[in-house]
Nanobody
Framework: QVQLVESGGGLVQAGGSLRLSCAASGSIASINAMGWYRQAPGKRRELVAVMPSGGSTNYADSVKGRFTISRDNAKNTVSLQMNSLKPEDTTVYYC??????????????WGQGTLVTVSS
């Protein structure tokens, strides 16, 4: 069973910074991509940033220049450094991984979500 465990959400004032982290554990053969999504109540889950293995990093237009995604492939972790946070960034953030597990199944796995609240 592959799991993603997130940490780092919380409350911050507008203009501040937070760093989200996510670690994948379990029987993993390879990870094709890791990224972050967010979902506000009543809205669809949207991409924030994704880092494919060997591909180009992709960011939502709304976070370009403010957020930075990074991966540690040796540790199967992904982080999201969020700077210049705005109240509209307030929502639940989800870690995502597209991977191949130990029995060579292609899976898409989600974390449990971590709440980011930006006060004005």
């Amino acid at each position: 069973q592959v799991q993603l465990v997130e940490s780092g959400g919380g409350l911050v004032q507008a203009g501040g910074s937070l760093r989200l982290s996510c670690a994948a554990s379990g029987s993993i053969a390879s990870i094709n991509a890791m990224g972050w999504y967010r979902q506000a109540p009543g809205k669809r889950r949207e991409l924030v940033a994704v880092m494919p293995s060997g591909g180009s990093t992709n960011y939502a237009d709304s976070v370009k220049g403010r957020f930075t995604i990074s991966r540690d492939n040796a540790k199967n972790t992904v982080s999201l450094q969020m700077n210049s946070l705005k109240p509209e960034d307030t929502t639940v953030y989800y870690c995502n991984a597209k991977l191949v597990d130990g029995v060579f199944r292609h899976l898409e796995v989600w974390g449990q979500g971590t709440l980011v609240t930006v006060s004005s």
